[in-house]
């Protein structure tokens, strides 16, 4: 495993193609790569794409990298598509339309079947994200699954989050209220030269509006309603003050016709904007904490779960104490004391 | 995840390279690889031998399916070969060609390396269980 990490480091596609085929099947010392590469990784920018299907994810996606390339910037992109529940198997289309960078190996293009989980994003996604940090890459994009409306797992890994609205999508908009508008950090109308596309962002538009003031009374800066006018008063300039300290975020809608690569400078230009905000907000790095903290408690989590299944095959099989249950013998509660008992023991006596 | 058993799946791209138009074989196979638990990258019409070499290089695919019907295999598919050596994915890919082969062009593809030629009269099941026993075993 060594020296495919030290070629993945020296540039070499290959190592790098491999690296993330081994993460995703999940081969056995997949995690001794993965820890090897953390030190590598921190550098590189992660954009998020979500939307519904036929949104224009990948041509987005293909106009992006190209518009980064011709910026001198390395680009790496892992395009999610769904697989079947039943026979595991998978179309993955999404390469097809990435036609701006075909021949062009500084942008390193992954398709990832989403093989069964949910959110949107492939449970080897994060860990395939650090494989093309830790190989350079500059800007990182992960296109999701256009499944609809529970893609949250992509605030997980991405750093900016670009949900995409197609227009004349009335109540696709309304449907949005329900998760996804929680984790934009921008909104595209793609297809903005199609009937419609002025109404999608004034709804949009309506909804951010609506959201902000929602976020106002929650975190109290408008609480006027239950104050008396003098108190309100001076809560108001108080919020207001510390409104001008604490930078914050309200998502902007781009307008793209991604085909023909329209408002693409300036979708750039916005998640510029967003990262820069990011930095000076400190939420980067809060972000990445709260990353490392979730992805913490998750290895813990598999690796308890486990020792657990271990400790129960040692003991003669989860069936054995099910008989014992049912026979009245004992019950769910003293089997679960009686294995973690010793676990416990050793735990306390280690630390 | 480590509780879950390790996820082997094979992965395959199917290519469509230089000017033929006709795709109907390379969706069908797609649909019947897809259908047998195989992730499979669909190329596209009308691609140059580069864009294969790094769509096979960068997906890390198992099995590279070459489909051509227009005549031009015998200067295709040695550019695919020679940009696959050149990324050192030539070993462990396995390389199938698709379509309407004449005889005496089979065998100098066979020796650039071609596993198997798979004619106009090969059935989906003969090529998912070639694909399935002779699938490279990388570990």
């Known amino acids: 495993m060594k020296s495919l990490v030290d070629d993945l480091l020296d540039g070499d596609h290959r190592a790098l193609a491999r690296t993330i085929s081994l993460i995703e099947d999940r081969t056995p010392g997949y995690r001794d790569l993965v820890s090897q590469l953390h030190e590598h990784t921190g550098h590189a920018d992660v954009i998020g794409i979500t939307g519904s299907p036929g949104a224009g994810k990948s041509t987005l996606v293909d106009k992006m990298a190209e518009a980064y390339r011709d910026r001198g910037l390395t680009v790496g992109v892992i395009a999610i598509d769904p697989s079947s529940p039943f026979t595991g198997g998978a179309v993955l289309g999404d390469r097809i339309r990435m036609a701006s960078n075909t021949g062009d190996m500084d942008v390193f293009f992954r398709s990832m079947s989403a093989r069964g989980t949910l959110g949107g994003l492939s449970t080897a996604t994060t860990d395939a994200v650090k494989a093309l940090d830790a190989f350079g890459k500059d800007k990182i994009i992960i296109e999701t699954v256009g499944a609809g409306q529970n893609e949250v797992d992509i605030v997980r890994t991405a750093d900016t989050v670009t949900v995409l609205v197609p227009p004349a999508s009335g109540d696709d908009v309304q449907m949005l209220k329900a998760g996804i508008l929680e984790i934009a950090d921008l909104f595209v109308v793609n297809k903005a030269d199609l009937d419609g596309a002025n109404r999608t962002v004034q709804e949009l538009r309506e909804m951010i509006e609506m959201r902000r003031d929602e976020l106002a009374v929650a975190t109290g800066h408008h609480g006027a309603v239950e104050k008396t006018g003098d108190d309100a008063a001076a809560e108001l300039e108080a919020g207001e003050a510390d409104d001008a300290d604490d930078p914050s975020w309200t998502p902007p809608i781009v307008e793209t016709v991604a085909k023909r690569g329209d408002g693409l400078e300036e979708l750039l230009s916005v998640l510029e904007d967003h990262r820069e905000y990011l930095v000076e907000s400190g939420q980067l790095e809060a972000k990445a904490r709260e990353r490392y903290a979730a992805e913490i408690r998750t290895l813990l989590r598999e690796d308890a779960a486990d020792l657990l299944s271990e400790e129960i095959d040692a003991r003669g099989g989860i069936e054995a104490f099910v008989d014992q249950v049912v026979d009245r013998e004992t019950d769910p509660y003293e089997v679960v004391d009686d294995l973690l008992a010793p676990i416990e023991e050793c735990v306390r006596e280690q630390r | ?139």
Do not use: W
């Open chain 2, 1 to 139: 995840m480590s509780e879950a058993p390790e996820q082997r799946t094979i992965r395959c791209l199917v290519g469509k390279v230089g000017l033929d138009g006709h795709d109907r074989g390379a969706h069908v196979i797609t649909r019947a690889f897809r259908d047998a638990g195989f992730e499979v990258i669909y190329s596209g019409l009308h691609k140059a031998p580069d864009e294969i070499v790094q769509a096979t290089v960068q997906e890390d695919v198992d099995v590279l399916g070459i489909s051509i019907l227009s005549g031009a295999h015998s200067t295709l598919v040695p550019k695919i070969v020679a940009g696959l050596e050149e990324y050192g994915a030539l070993e462990d890919t396995m390389i199938l060609v698709g379509g309407i082969i004449p005889e005496e062009d089979r065998d100098e593809l066979l020796e650039l390396g071609v596993a198997k030629i798979f004619g106009p009269g090969a059935s989906m099941d003969e090529i998912v269980d070639f694909v399935r026993e002779n699938a490279p075993d990388r570990r």
